[in-house]
């Protein structure tokens, strides 16, 4: 498959990540804190370096969304790249390999290139507006299972869960009980693309930001699924929630997100 020129940087910038990531991986000896559980790493530090300047080399006036700065570069310019350097940060530390860089190119307001690249596990998934979704080079499609007793979904909490667990845990019960079973995997890139090849049925988290989702999201669509938030809108790349599936069980999830 031939990808356009802002594809290709996507792919090239993922594999500069990835490099740092496995030079570091099950070295990392010092941890910072965001948060009280969440995490952060020279690898992370270094991966975003080295992508934003791959990036940079391509596109010196695009604007960048990245996790590991607190400011947006904004350029007048309709092009934006949304990174996550280290996506599974959690795993990443304690030597777990699901892990991945995610990169999406947003143009005016849709992703047109994404890259999910899980270094460790050996798996790039790229997509592109119009082209379709792949991985390792293979044409992949979601899912066709239409009941959801039959269905395998993937979740993720949010860091803020012990502050304000009710409607986390509550979504967890409801799905639990409706679905074959149920898996959480640390990765909410890593958890869309799943669902984009068909391995997931669907996915829902709360309380993610863009650069965990923007990649994943056009896997997930030019696959075949369906993207919205909770209320079956379209507020979920900035929104804080997501819901991804297969489309065929696209509503009966929603209708048990809501669900009291």
Same mark, same amino acid.
């Given at each position: ?5 802002? /594809? ?69 310019? *309709?092009?934006?790249?949304?990174? *996550?350097?280290? *996506? =599974? /940060?959690?795993?990443?530390?304690? =030597? ?15 992703? %047109?290139?994404? %890259? ?39 979740? =993720? ?50 309380? $993610? ?8 999201? $056009?896997?997930?669509?030019?696959? =075949? ?36």
């Amino acid at each position: 498959m031939k990808f356009n020129k802002f /594809t290709n940087v996507a792919i090239e910038s993922a594999y500069a990540g990835s490099e740092v990531l496995l030079k570091y991986f099950n070295k990392i000896k010092e941890i910072e804190y965001k948060g009280i559980i969440d995490p952060v790493t020279i690898a992370d530090k270094q991966s975003q370096k080295a992508i934003i300047n791959k990036i940079k080399l391509s596109f010196p006036l695009h604007n960048i969304i990245a996790e590991e700065k607190d400011t947006f570069l904004k350029q007048d310019n *309709d092009y934006c790249w949304i990174i *996550d350097p280290l *996506d =599974g /940060t959690v795993n990443y530390v304690h =030597g777990v390999p699901t892990f991945c860089i995610s990169i999406g190119l947003q143009y005016k307001n849709q992703i %047109v290139s994404s %890259v999910v690249y899980a270094p460790a596990l050996k798996e790039l998934f790229v997509a592109e507006k119009g082209k379709g979704s792949f991985l390792n080079g293979k044409k992949i499609k979601v899912s066709v299972i239409k009941e959801m007793i039959r269905a395998l979904p993937v979740t =993720g909490f949010p860091y803020y869960v012990r502050e304000n667990s009710d409607r986390v845990l509550n979504n967890f019960k409801n799905i639990m009980l409706e679905t074959q079973g149920l898996r959480r995997f640390g990765s909410a890139a890593i958890d869309l693309a799943y669902v984009a090849c068909g391995r997931f049925d669907f996915f829902w988290e709360e309380g $993610l930001k863009p650069w965990d989702a923007a990649a994943g999201i $056009l896997l997930v669509e030019e696959a =075949g699924g369906k993207v919205s938030d909770y209320k079956n809108g379209n507020d979920f790349l900035f929104g804080q929630n997501i819901v991804a599936s297969n489309k065929l069980l696209h509503k009966q999830v929603i209708k048990t997100l809501n669900e009291k």
